[in-house]
């Protein structure tokens, strides 16, 4: 398909394009699934085939749940596991700090409890042990008894810290879904479907989706070895972790495609009296209500579950999800919230030296930001890149000091990425060069290790890898739009329509954003001292629309919403549902913003109605 383009340039430096999709494609879609002309334009739009919507629109646990035996090596691990469950060997879990760790060490959990098992769960301090397994940990472990140790959403490149605990005599289970090099480290088995010769097609999953197929995978081998019949136990009602599956797969941001979508439809859809004691307990403390959605898992309970590993509490996460003491939960809930609250001035105060950094060094046109600072808190390195790199719209780098479980002095970095730029790919190859001790992650976000004295030689490095993986000297930034809208067609029953029939929306399926154009702001006030509400409406007159632009204060587009009174504007927009005192309402959140172009393309605008 061809791309139109709305507007060249951006207040946020974006070129606004929109698919040009045959009228012909949406009306053979439209009639095939009877759907709504703005549903079946979205779909072709997305390039869904017809003989996919069916399950793209209702994917069913019966009908697409995906082949855990698919993964590479699963087979194999999950017959070796299940003799060792029959052997009753000493089993204990690694988990990652993150969300990821935190769901992925609860549903293992819950899933060995229910054989009999009481594992030990190790999560490490970010700050004390930084990212992803440790000799020290390990050593602890093994000294505690344990024969089989399952790593969760880590250990992938950690290849010296693997041959060191398998030289301790651990028998080591990697559960992961971060980038792999050419070979593997030397453990057990490592199911992963980022593996190169893994053919699983998988390559979405999170920990938790890898970690809920081997649960899956296990239970199949010890249902097939007659295991439950001899124990007199029933099998575990694995679909009871859907809804911690679900969160961990919105919270780390991987794509809500394929089994994906299917795992969080499923998990969002458990009612509330069914939901993880741990997920009600923080839903009533972020004033939540069910049903759940990507929006609550993202912006509320994620940095929550993940905040007491910001401040040294870095179990609590998978406590919570793995307690079914229903005052114990809503204890770790209101701590998790303190939690919360503390990382949230620690961290503006980071971003504000950060930025600080970025304009004294001018570094607003590097390919790629790279800051450090002694005193920064090492938990917070990857929020403060993430908004970095949406300030300057380029990849960015925060780099804290801590020290190791040696005592030696090492920078802990985080990176956060733009479309079109491999992070991870740039972390794998600086410490193949000799420059990073650990470095790894995905295509959008990646974490590091660093000795102090090589930043300025990881700086070069990255400013030459991100270069040339620049297809031109600047980054080009697009934003895609799915349609033109009017105010009079931002309505309740269109959100709703979208919502119900093409949620969930997360990464690689994004919610739907349309371009109102030649709007007028007809009143603008500032929230909390760095969010932006404005009033628009359409410039023949007609109803109006909230808009909320978040963070805004102090940007260029702030202080055009906020004098542009009178001129006209085009907004990039995404719609929800606002409830104020039992009434609902469409609302939209700016995404970005262009001044009108003194000539357009001709355009046509979506149906005014859904």
């Given at each position: 398909m ?6 060249e340039?951006?207040l946020?430096?974006?070129r606004?394009?929109v698919?040009?999709v ?5 009306e053979?879609?439209a009639?095939?699934?009877?759907l ?6 979205l ?5 869904i ?12 646990l019966k009908d ?13 691990m999950a017959?070796?596991?299940a ?6 060997k ?9 969300v990821?760790g ?8 819950r899933?060995l409890?229910?054989l009999?098992f ?18 020290e ?5 093994r ?9 969760l959403?880590c250990?992938?490149?950690?290849f010296?810290?693997?041959?060191s ?5 651990l028998k080591i289970?990697?559960?992961?879904h ?11 088995h490592v ?8 053919t699983s097609?998988?390559?979405m ?8 197929l081997?649960c ?9 070895r007659g ?6 136990l029933?099998?575990p ?8 599956l679900a ?7 991987v ?6 979508r299917?795992?969080?439809?499923a ?14 307990a923080v ?5 939540i209500?069910?049903?759940?959605t990507t ?9 929550r ?9 870095a179990d ?14 809503l204890?770790?809930?209101?701590t ?8 949230k001035?620690l ?8 930025m ?7 570094m607003?046109?590097?390919p ?6 002694e ?7 990857g929020l403060v ?25 090492e ?11 491999h992070?991870?790919q740039a ?11 650990k ?7 990646g ?5 102090p004295?090589k ?12 270069r ?6 600047t980054i ?11 105010v009079?067609g931002?309505?309740?029953?269109l959100v ?8 969930p929306f ?10 109102l ?6 009143k ?6 760095k969010?932006i509400?404005v ?9 109006r ?21 009178t001129?006209?504007?085009d907004?990039?927009?995404t719609l ?8 609902q ?11 009108p ?13 859904a």
């Amino acid at each position: 398909m061809t791309k139109a383009i709305l507007t060249e340039r951006s207040l946020q430096q974006a070129r606004w394009v929109v698919e040009d999709v045959p009228l012909n494609d949406i009306e053979r879609l439209a009639r095939a699934h009877d759907l709504p002309e703005i549903v079946a334009r979205l779909l072709a739009a997305r390039g869904i085939a017809s003989e996919q919507v069916p399950g793209f629109l209702n994917p069913t646990l019966k009908d697409h749940f995906p082949d855990p035996f698919a993964l590479k090596g699963m087979a194999e691990m999950a017959d070796d596991l299940a003799q060792a469950i029959e052997d009753n060997k000493n089993i204990a879990i690694f988990g990652d700090f993150d969300v990821d760790g935190a769901t992925s060490s609860a549903i293992l959990y819950r899933f060995l409890r229910h054989l009999g098992f009481d594992p030990v769960i190790y999560i490490p301090d970010r700050v004390e042990e930084g990212y992803g397994p440790n000799t020290e940990a390990l050593k602890s472990l093994r000294e505690q008894g344990t024969d089989i140790l399952l790593m969760l959403d880590c250990g992938t490149t950690a290849f010296e810290i693997i041959q060191s605990g398998a030289d301790m005599g651990l028998k080591i289970i990697i559960l992961d879904h971060h980038e792999a090099e050419e070979t593997l480290p030397a453990a057990w088995h490592v199911i992963n479907p980022k593996r190169k010769d893994d053919t699983s097609g998988f390559t979405m999953l999170a920990a938790c989706g890898v970690t809920f197929l081997a649960c899956v995978a296990v239970n199949a081998r010890l249902r097939t070895r007659g295991y439950y019949e001899r124990k007199g136990l029933k099998e575990p009602d694995l679909k009871s972790f859907m809804d911690i599956l679900a969160l961990g797969t919105v919270c780390d941001m991987v794509p809500l495609t394929g089994p994906n979508r299917l795992f969080v439809r499923a998990g969002f859809a458990v009612p509330e009296n069914r939901l993880n004691l741990g997920i009600r307990a923080v839903m009533k403390v972020a004033s939540i209500k069910a049903p759940l959605t990507t929006y609550d898992a993202g912006f509320a309970l994620g940095p929550r579950i993940n905040a007491g590993s910001r401040v040294h509490k870095a179990d609590l996460g998978a406590r919570l999800l793995s307690s079914d003491d229903e005052q114990e939960a809503l204890t770790i809930a209101w701590t998790l919230d303190d939690c919360n609250k503390r990382r949230k001035d620690l961290q503006a105060e980071m971003e504000k030296q950060a930025m600080a950094q970025v304009e004294q060094q001018s570094m607003q046109d590097d390919p790629v930001i790279l800051v450090d600072r002694e005193g920064w808190h090492p938990g917070l390195s990857g929020l403060v890149a993430g908004n970095l790199k949406e300030k300057y719209g380029r990849p960015a780098c925060v780099v804290a000091y801590a020290h190791s479980m040696s005592g030696e002095r090492e920078g802990r970095g985080s990176g956060r990425s733009v479309p079109g730029i491999h992070i991870a790919q740039a972390f794998i190859d600086a410490r193949a060069a000799g420059l990073l001790q650990k470095g790894g992650g995905h295509a959008m976000a990646g974490g590091f290790t660093v000795k102090p004295e090589k930043i300025p030689d990881l700086r070069a490095f990255l400013q030459d890898h991100v270069r040339r993986q620049q297809e031109s000297g600047t980054i080009n930034i697009e934003t895609r739009i799915d349609g033109l809208l009017t105010v009079r067609g931002a309505t309740l029953s269109l959100v709703s329509l979208m919502n119900d029939r093409l949620g969930p929306f997360g990464q690689e399926h994004p919610e739907p954003v349309f371009a109102l154009t030649n709007l007028r702001i007809h009143k603008a006030d500032i929230l909390a001292s760095k969010h932006i509400r404005v009033l628009v409406g359409d410039p023949e007159g007609g109803p109006r629309l909230k808009a909320m632009a978040f963070r805004a204060v102090g940007t260029e587009m702030g202080e055009i919403l906020l004098s542009n009174k009178t001129q006209s504007i085009d907004l990039a927009v995404t719609l929800k549902i606002n409830e104020w005192q039992g009434r609902q309402s469409a609302e939209a959140i700016i995404q970005d913003a262009a001044l009108p172009q003194s000539e357009k393309s001709s355009r046509t605008l979506l149906a005014e109605t859904a």
